[in-house]
């Protein structure tokens, strides 16, 4: 816990890396996990997979989409900006008006718009909480597949926490030490 507790004076840099391995990965693993589990209900039931199985599948897979985005597009950006602000980097003196190659607006965008999207897929991970009724044929394996789900809940929960509190308000302080937005 201590390590929350430091988030406020951890530059933005250490902070990415830090969600990239804590956050990022782990999701990442969570949703192969997860998929490998409901692949394996699918294979046991057959033709006759739930819907719920079938959702399941679906809401990994948008979650792996927008884990990988984060880590192909948001980190590298990150690594740039932070380069930038330490090097004393002025982007009103990059050549034209607007013509700064990192595309800083679009990034704090881009992070709001996924958080949405995360947003919508927790609410309808909880829409889509697998009622286990006993006359299911695998109830231990649904089981687990609903326990999985939870997890992957309860961490894109966390993620969208952690980067609405820190890593937005930390790009946005990096973005205005370089002049972004003069």
Known sequence: MAKQDNHDSETLQSFVEWLDTSH??????????A??????????????ASQ??????QLIGEIQHYISIKKEQLVPY???????????????????????????????????????KIKDIIYRLQMVSLPLYSETI??????ILQNQM??????????????????????TKAQMNINVHD
Request: glycine share 4%; with cysteine.
């Open 24 to 33: 990022y990965d782990p999701i990442y693993t969570m949703c192969g996990t």
């Open 35 to 48: 998929k490998e589990q409901a692949e394996k209900l699918q294979q046991e039931m057959q033709q006759t």
């Open 52 to 57: 719920y199985v079938t959702l399941c599948k």
């Open 78 to 116: 990150v690594h740039s900006l932070s380069e930038k602000d330490a090097a004393g980097h002025d982007c009103r003196n990059c050549t034209g008006t607007g013509s700064c190659s990192l595309k800083h607006d679009m990034q704090l965008i881009e992070i709001n718009q996924s958080h949405q």
């Open 138 to 143: 695998r109830i231990d394996l649904y089981k």
């Open 150 to 171: 939870a997890l992957l809940e309860n961490k894109l929960a966390a993620l969208v926490l952690l980067e609405e509190t820190y890593l937005v308000p930390k790009i």
